[in-house]
């Protein structure tokens, strides 16, 4: 599961698209400002509680954390991306300039802790001992002021800081982590004045994200400030997305993990797997939409070369230089791409085999509808793709994928489409599937979007047949039994996350670079969240499963009692042929005591042994004797291991 949700496809990708300049590649790119409330009620800490699962930091510490564990994310996926700290209602007053006496007269109670840019390992650091001071008490930075701090002065702060530093990016945004509704109580002149600095970054493409922190027995009320300063999702409207989740504190729920939970939902995709590709509804009526690909296996990728023998590493410089069978340089004017057809070649030029990959223009054109119980469970072919409208080149296309999207789940019915991504892509028949928002169970954030999905089908040459029988057959006691296993070993709710089983071996990958790039003991161990629960799952079906075990060996016994009768009774009827004599066969096995079986696994000599004496020695232990040579001498040398050794 990658880490940001969805999919970062490369500008040099090789997918049909054209490179792209440095200001395009900037458009790409997202920066993040966090803006974390210094107040006297974020710097309490949680009442105190027997639950174990209760919250232990107080609300600016778990904000620093998630901030800090941000960061250390967006290093790994997304190494590009900028991200800044903005604390206010802070004692001190710092922008950029160490002159407190200036910075104080412009942005009073406003820290910038970090500038905008992108992080690196002295940034992590720093965010980290930050929070250790704030855990030993230190009265230096987290020291709130004695009046809050005005709205206004920080979102102009902010402001400042996206028009310098990321001003060509195409995505830029502010979360604000705060516990206060109401910061300017009922002056109606802080309100509108924090109103008209919010409309300006709203007109310079900034995009405020609230994160509120609700306590026990006091809700977050958007209504009485934020609802003037925050321009909700035009789509959140329509239903398909955008509502305020508060991250809990003092009832038992972690107030970290929900705040990493609802910040990295409001991950924005880096680059669309398609974009602005046509969307037919019906004859005339087209939209436009872009595709994601949320779910994709992400791998540990060198991402530069380092030139290490001059007198400081440098970043290498590669280039690539086409040369023929006498080592001569060949330009890219004289190499031609060619097809062997009848022993001989047939040449064609860049723009004329390019034609020859391309069946038509990028669409998603609809041929029909079914009802969603026609979609066999096996037909999946690909990865699902994500679809979404987009504003930019059909106006209204919200509006008409919505009123779709609505339809479709309402009368549980899914589309059938011809569906091509790119020019020299292959067409491919996928079923439009309507998808609800999931949330998880504990935090209710949304981790699965809800809107279209585009699922590939497969054509009848991927279709194999498998001839079964005509009536099923029927269930016995051991299928009833192994029935209630599997159910009682069901996720919660039938609901699978994938963010929460991240790939061990890549996390330890990461895990090594972060403590060799910070300067920190390298870990022994993993938390490897794909290892089973074997107590809890003794709990629940243990007993069943000894129960079916033993039904099992039972049953098997009777099968073979049963066949050794009718075995029996052939070789009765068939008395006057004369039998085959049988080769005597010298079970080698048999005379191998534990202790030489010992002395030969010690003495390294069970690899001469025949495969049919392994499967003798396997079998008269109990253990399966199936699969290669290689596999029965593991078998057999774990079994020594453990009961021998």
Known sequence: MAWGGYEERRPDADDGDEELDENDYKAQKDAVLFAIDISRSMLEPPS??????????????????????????????????????????????????????????????????????????????????????????????????????????????ANQVFTTNAPNFGSRRLFIITDNDQPHGNDKTAKSSAAVRAKDLYDLGVVIELFPISREGKKFDVSKFYDDIIYRDPTAE????????????????????SLISN???????????????????????????????????????????????????????????????????????????????????????????????????????????????????????KKSIFIFPSEERVVGSTRVFSALWQKLLRDSKIGIAWFLARSNASPVMVAIIPSGSKDEENTGTQFLSAGLWLYP????????????????????????????????????????????????SLQWHYKILQAMALEEEVPETLDDATIPKYRQIDKRVG????????????????????????????????????????KP???????LSNTQLRLAYEQDTLSKMTVAVLKGILASKGLSAVGKKSDLLEKLGQWVEENLL
């Not at 930075?141 to 920080?154: D, G, H």
């Not at 329509?238 to 993990?257: A, F, P, Q, W």
């Not at 066969?585 to 005379?591: F, G, Q, R």
């Open 48 to 157: 105190a509680t027997d639950s174990k699962k209760a919250d232990k930091d107080s609300a600016v510490t778990a904000a620093l954390k998630c901030a800090n564990q941000i960061m250390q994310q967006r290093i790994i996926s997304q190494p590009k991306d900028m991200m800044g700290v903005l604390l206010f209602g802070t004692k001190k007053s710092k922008f950029r300039d160490e002159s407190s006496a200036r910075s104080s007269s412009g942005y009073p109670f406003c820290y910038l802790f970090k500038d905008l840019d992108e992080p690196g390992a002295h940034d992590v650091r720093k965010l980290k001992e930050l929070v250790e001071e704030d855990e030993q008490g230190s009265d230096e930075i987290l020291v709130p002021s004695k009046e809050p701090a005005n709205m206004s002065n920080v979102l102009f702060c």
């Open 457 to 504: 089908l497969p054509f009848v040459d991927d279709v194999r047949t498998v001839d079964l029988d005509a009536t099923p057959r029927p269930a016995d006691q051991l299928t009833n039994r192994m029935r209630s296993i599997v159910q009682n070993l069901q996720l919660p709710k039938a609901m699978y996350n994938p963010l929460k089983y991240p790939n061990p």
């Open 543 to 582: 007993q069943d499963m000894a129960d079916l075990k033993a039904e099992a060996a039972v049953k098997a016994q009777s099968l073979m009692h049963s066949r050794a009768l009718k075995r029996d009774v052939e070789e009765d009827d068939d008395g006057d042929r004369p039998a085959k004599r049988a």
């Open 263 to 381: 910040i990295n939902s409001k991950q924005t995709p880096k680059r669309a797997y398609f974009s602005k590709v046509p969307f037919e509804i019906a004859p005339g009526l087209t939209v436009s939409v872009k595709g994601y690909i949320p779910l994709h296996k992400q791998e540990p990728r060198r991402t530069c070369y380092v030139y290490l023998n001059g007198e400081q590493a440098q970043i290498a410089q590669s280039e690539t230089t086409k040369v023929d069978a006498s080592t001569k340089s060949v330009d890219k004017t004289e190499i031609k791409k060619a097809y062997k057809f009848g022993g001989e070649y047939i040449y064609f030029d860049k723009e004329e085999a390019q034609k020859l990959k391309q069946i038509g223009e990028p669409t998603i054109r609809i041929i029909g509808f079914k009802p969603r119980s026609q979609l066999p469970t096996w037909a999946s072919m």
């Open 585 to 591: 066969v010298k079970k080698e096995s048999d005379s």
């Open 238 to 257: 329509e239903g398909i997305s955008g509502r305020v989740t508060s991250s809990k504190s003092g009832d038992g729920l972690t107030l970290l993990s």
